[in-house]
């Protein structure tokens, strides 16, 4: 069992930045793959980041490519989501998911991640 808690989100101003944090519990954080994921008001929950046992790899959303920076820290059981340029659009409840297996081509598939986090909600302000 792992148990994840995400910190990190708050209001902000369009262009301003925010990093989030996800801290996973037990002693197996290094064999799973990571992904943040984000829900907006009214929409369904889509994919932002994934990022690889060792972080070698890394895939994002097409839209936030090149404004955000996923990256993991396996001493201290952490992912992080930097985030920077925000736009309004990128409002949401920012939750992070841990999953064992699987390759790149189907990192995007919620319904594969086991375990996911209470969620973290980022606004930001036009």
């Known amino acids: 069992q792992v148990q994840l808690v995400e910190s990190g989100g708050g209001l902000v101003q369009t262009g301003d930045s925010l990093r989030l944090s996800c801290v996973a519990s037990?002693?197996?954080?290094?064999?799973?793959?990571m992904g943040w994921f984000r829900q907006g008001p009214g929409k369904e929950r889509e994919f932002v980041a994934a990022?690889?046992?060792?972080?070698?790899?890394?895939m994002y959303l097409e839209s936030v490519q090149g404004r955000f920076t996923i990256s993991r820290d396996n001493a201290k059981n952490t992912v992080y989501l930097q985030m920077n340029s925000l736009k309004p659009e990128d409002t949401a409840v920012y939750y992070c998911?841990?999953?064992?297996?699987?390759?790149?081509?189907?990192?995007?598939?919620?319904?594969?991640?086991?375990?996911w986090g209470q969620g973290t909600q980022v606004t930001v302000a036009s």
């Open positions: 998911a841990a999953r064992i297996g699987g390759g790149s081509s189907s990192d995007r598939d919620p319904t594969l991640y086991k375990f």
């Open positions: 037990g002693r197996t954080f290094s064999s799973y793959r």
């Open positions: 990022i690889t046992t060792g972080g070698a790899f890394k």
